[in-house]
């Protein structure tokens, strides 16, 4: 089974006001107050500036977006994530801003006790709960690709 996963996170009220100046941009609820935003062909279209900085390790983080996530985050901690699985081999990657610098990472997935977007989703405030990290405490396995989650935000 495939899941594939490109998007930013942050809480709900933080992330709608960001998305709003962003075309194309659909947000999605998850549980404990947070939301994603899924990085589509046309967000990324939208956020890439051309600059030729990108965070090392990603697939998909547009150029450029690193300073508007930075910029976001002055008004709360966001994250920006990717993960791709196939028969249950794959990685992980994730990064935290936090008052317009990085708080966390980049961080990737090598033989750690906890996942990369689950140590975001936690600097985020999110809480694991009995037999389930913070990944499905919030609800990230309802949609194994980011089309998923589009069909799902208002």
């Known amino acids: ?6 998007a930013v996170i942050a809480a709900d009220e933080l992330l709608r006001a960001a998305a709003r100046s962003v075309p194309g941009a659909r947000v999605a609820s998850l549980a404990q107050g947070l939301s994603l935003l899924p ?24 150029e450029g977006f690193e300073r508007k996530l ?55 405030g999110a809480t694991s709960g009995p037999a389930r990290d913070e990944f499905a405490a919030v609800g990230l396995h309802r949609h194994r690709y980011n089309e998923g989650w589009i069909s799902t935000s208002p």
Not at 1 to 6: F, Q
Not at 42 to 62: I, M, Q
Not at 112 to 122: G, K, N, T
């Open 1 to 6: 089974m495939t899941y594939v996963l490109r």
């Open 39 to 62: 990085m589509t062909e046309e967000v990324f279209d939208a956020v890439t500036d051309g600059s030729a900085t990108r965070a090392p390790g990603f697939w998909r983080l547009p």
């Open 70 to 124: 930075a910029e976001w985050s002055a008004a709360g901690p966001v994250a920006y994530v990717e993960a791709e699985y196939f028969g249950g081999v794959g990685e992980q990657r994730a990064v935290v801003w936090a008052d317009g610098a990085i708080a966390l990472g980049p961080l990737d997935d090598p033989a750690v006790r906890l996942s990369a977007i689950s140590q975001a989703l936690r600097r985020l």
